[in-house]
C-alpha cells in the first residue's frame, strides 16, 4: 500500500498537467466554432425563411438551433472545465497573475452570460414568440459570441504578450491596467484570426454535413441551403483570414523571434532564409530533409527589404528559453499543415466564388461535393494546428519571458489520474454527442417527432420506424 | 475595495446557490423519482422547468470562479491545490449533468433516456456535496494561506464538511422541490404539486434538521465560524430560520409563490450568514479579505463587467424568466407537423 502511495506521490504532474489542459482545450475547442458561428447563419436562414416565406429555410434555422442546443450545452460544460482547470493544473500561475489573466475572463463571463440567456430564449422561443421578436432574440448571440471569444483570446493573447501591470521588486504584482490587459499588443490579430477561424470552421463543418447528403442523393432545395447558406458565410471570411494570418506571422516575426524561428525551422541567423516545407531540426542544430524555398521566409517576413531580411536563429536563444527541439519539430510540422490546409480551402472557396460569378449557382460536379464533405474535417485540422503553433510554439513560457510552465504547474501528484478520467470521459461525452445529433438527422428525416417532451417516456412509434431505417446511410439531418 | 470584491463574491455564490443550486435539486429529484413509469410525470415537469433556464444559471458558477482566481488570487491558488480532488469530482460533475442533461433532452427512447437521466441524476446530487464539503474546509480554517496546500484529505472529509455538504445537498432539493411546485401548478397538474409539496416540506424538514445539528459540530470544528454565527451573523442565522418555517408554513396552506420567494430567502440568508460571520477572513483565520485582494486596479475592472453584468445581463435574465413563467418558451424548435407557423 504504501508503495503504490510512493509511487503515486513521485509522479510529476507537469507533463500530465500539460497533456491534460492540452486535451482538454483541443476538444473544447471544435465546439467554440459551432457556439460562435451557427448562430449567425441559422439567423440567416431565419430571416430568408420570414423575409420570402421560405419553408425550407425555416426549417433548416429550426432544425440548426435543435443541434445548436446540444453543441451549445456541451461547449459550455467543457468550457467550464476550463475555468477549473486554471486552477487544478497551474495554481501558481493563478497565485501569480490571476489578477491580470482573470480581467479579460470578468467580462467573457458577461457576454457568455447573456448569449446563454439569449441562446435559451431563441431555441426554446419558435413556437410561441411572433417571428420578428423571435429572430431578433437570435441577434444578441451573434455580437455576444464574438465578443466572448475576443475576450477569452484577449486573455491567451496577454500571455503571449504580457502588458498592463506593474511589478515590484520581489516580482509581485502591485498595480494592473485593466485596459493594458484586455488590449494588449497580440490582441487584435489573435482575436480576429480566431474569430474568422470559428466562421470558417463553423461553415465549412455545417456545410460538410449537408455535401454529404447531397453526394448520398438528397439533392433537394433544403440540402442545397443547407450546404450554401454555411459554405458561403466560410468562404467570404476565407480571404480576409489570409490576410490576419499573414499579419499575424509578422507580428510573431516582430515581437516573438523565438517563436517565428521554430515556425520556419530557422536554426542559424541569417538573410535570404529559404521557407522549408516539412523536414525536421536535429538535436545537434541542423536541419534535415524538407523542400527549401530559397528566400521565401526572408520574402514574406518583410517584403520591404524582401530576401535580404535578416531572420533570428534559434542559435540567438538560450536553449532554456525557448522549446525543445521535440516541439520545436511539432511546432514547425503544424505550421505546415495549418497553411497547407489553409491554403487549399482558400482555393476552393474561390472556386465557390468563381463559380457564382459565372454561373449564378453553386458547383454542381461530384468532385466538389466530396471536397465540400471533407473540408469540416480539414478546417478543424487546420485550426488545431494552428492553435498548436501558437501554444507549443510559447513553451517554454506560460507567461511569455516571465514563467514558465514548470513554474506555474500544481504539487499535486493525482494529476495523472484526472488526466486519464478528462480523457475516457471526453470521448465518452464525444462519442455520445455525435450519437445524439445522428439520431436528431435521423429522426428528423423519419419526421414523426411530434412529442418528446416526456423524459423516459415509453418507447414510441418514432423508434420502432427508425429501427428499420439503421441500415440506410446517414450523415445529414 | 477590497470589501467591494467580497460583496460581488458574495453575490454571485447567492445568484448560484438559489439558481443554479434549484437546478441541482431538480436533478436530485429526478434521480429519485422511480422507474420509467411512475418517474414519468414529475421528470416531464422538471425537464419541462429547468429545460430553458439550466444553461444561463449556470454561467452563476463561472462567475463565481472568475471573481475568485481575478479578486482573490492567493485565496483561490491555496483552495485550488487544498481541494484538488472534491474539485476535480465537482469538474466531472458539472460537465456530465450539463451535457447528459442536454443530450437527455434531445433523445427520444427510454433506453438512452435513462443511461443520461440517471448521470443527470447522479452528479446533481455529487457537486452540491462536493461544494459544500470545500466550503466546510475553508470555514473550518483547513485551506491554509499563501497560495500552499492543505490536508488533501482532510480538507474535505472532516466534520464541518460532511455537514456543509449535506446542507447544501438538503437546501437545493427543498429550493427545487418549492420551484416545481410553482412550475407543476403552472401547467395545472394537482398530483404534481401534491408530489412536489410533499418533497418540498420533506426537504425543508431535513435542512432544518442538519442546519440545527450542524451548529453543533461548528462548535467544536469551526469556532470562529460559530462565534460569528452567533454574533455578527446571528441576524441573518434567525432570518434563515424564519423563512425556513414560513416556506413550510406557506406550503401547507398552497400560497405557492410566497412559498418560493420565503425558500430563496431562507437560502439567500444562510449564505449571507456564512459570509458575515466569517468576514473579515477569507481564510479563517489565516488569510483576511483585505490582505489577499488584488491590486485595485484588477478590483475596478471586476467592478466595471459586474456593472456592466446588472445594465446588461440582469434585464435579459429577469426577460429569459418572464418569456419562461409566462409560457412562451415552451420547447425547442417546434413540432414540423404543426401549422402554427404557417400563419406567419
Known sequence: MTSTLDIIASVDPVPWARSQMAFTLAVHI???????????????????????NDADAMLLAQRWSKYMAVTFAVGAATGTMLSFQFGLLWPNFMAQWGEV?????????????????????????????????????????????????????SANAWMNSPEGFTLDAAGNVVEVDPWGVI?????????????????????????????????RGRRDRYHRLGLIIPFTVAAIAMPFQMGAGDSLTRWVFDTQPMKFA??????????DVPETILGRLNADGTVSGGIPIPGLASWLSDPGTGRSTVVQGLNSFPPDEIPTVRQINTVHLAWDVMIGLGSLMFLVALWWGGTWLLRRNMPQSRLFLWVASSLGVVSVICMEAGWIVSEVGRQPWIVYELMTVEEAATTNTGVWITFIGFVGVYMALAAATLYVLRRMSRRF??????DHETPYGPAETSEVMSGTNEETPVGAP | MSTVAAIILFIAIIGYSIFGGADFGAGFWDLTAGGTARGEKPRAVIDRSIGPVWEANHVWLIFVLVVLWTCFPDAFASIMLTMFAPLSLVAFGVLLRGSSFALRHALLNTRDRRAFGALFGVSSLLVPYCLGAIVGGIVSGRVPAGG???????????????????????????????????????????????????????????????????????????????AGLLSRGLVFVILSALCGLATLWLLTRAQHRGARLAAVGAVASTILAWGVAQWDYLLPETLTVEAGAASSGTIW????????????????????????????????????????????
Not at chain 1, 465546439?31 to 460562435?36: E, F, S
Not at chain 1, 419558435?126 to 475576450?151: N, Q
Not at chain 2, 419562461?324 to 400563419?343: F, I, N, T, V, Y
Request: charged share 15%.
Open chain 1, 183 to 215: 488590449f494588449n499588443d497580440a490582441m487584435p490579430l489573435m482575436s480576429l484570426h480566431m474569430v474568422l477561424a470559428a466562421y470558417i470552421v463553423g461553415g465549412f463543418l455545417v456545410a460538410s454535413v449537408y455535401a454529404v447528403g447531397m453526394l
Open chain 1, 445 to 450: 428525416r423519419t419526421e414523426s417527432a411530434a
Open chain 2, 148 to 226: 500552499i496546500a492543505g490536508d488533501p484529505v482532510a480538507g474535505w472529509v472532516n466534520p464541518t464538511s460532511i455537514v456543509a455538504g449535506l446542507l447544501a445537498v438538503c437546501a437545493v432539493a427543498f429550493l427545487a422541490a418549492t420551484y416545481l411546485v410553482w412550475d407543476a401548478r403552472r401547467i395545472s397538474d394537482d398530483a404534481m404539486v401534491e408530489y412536489f409539496r410533499r418533497r418540498a416540506v420533506g426537504a425543508g424538514i431535513a435542512a432544518g434538521v442538519v442546519a440545527l445539528g450542524g451548529l453543533a459540530v461548528l462548535a467544536n470544528d469551526a469556532e470562529y465560524l460559530f
Open chain 1, 262 to 271: 521554430a515556425i520556419e525551422l530557422v536554426a542559424e541567423t541569417s538573410s
Open chain 1, 101 to 153: 489573466f482573470g480581467i479579460p475572463f470578468a467580462f467573457e463571463g458577461l457576454f457568455f452570460f447573456t448569449e446563454a440567456i439569449f441562446v435559451a430564449i431563441y431555441i426554446y422561443g419558435w413556437r410561441r414568440l411572433k417571428p420578428w421578436a423571435h429572430f431578433w432574440t437570435g441577434v444578441p448571440i451573434v455580437f455576444t459570441g464574438i465578443l466572448g471569444s475576443v475576450a477569452v483570446v
Open chain 1, 30 to 52: 471544435i465546439l467554440v466554432p459551432l457556439g460562435v458561428s451557427w448562430a449567425a447563419m441559422a439567423l440567416i436562414a431565419n430571416y430568408r425563411g420570414i423575409r420570402k
Open chain 2, 301 to 344: 475592472a471586476v467592478t466595471v463587467a459586474t456593472g456592466l453584468a446588472i445594465v446588461l445581463v440582469f434585464p435579459a435574465f429577469g426577460l429569459l424568466y418572464f418569456l419562461d413563467q409566462r409560457g412562451l418558451l415552451p420547447d425547442e424548435g417546434m413540432p414540423e407537423s404543426s401549422p402554427a407557423r404557417a400563419e406567419v
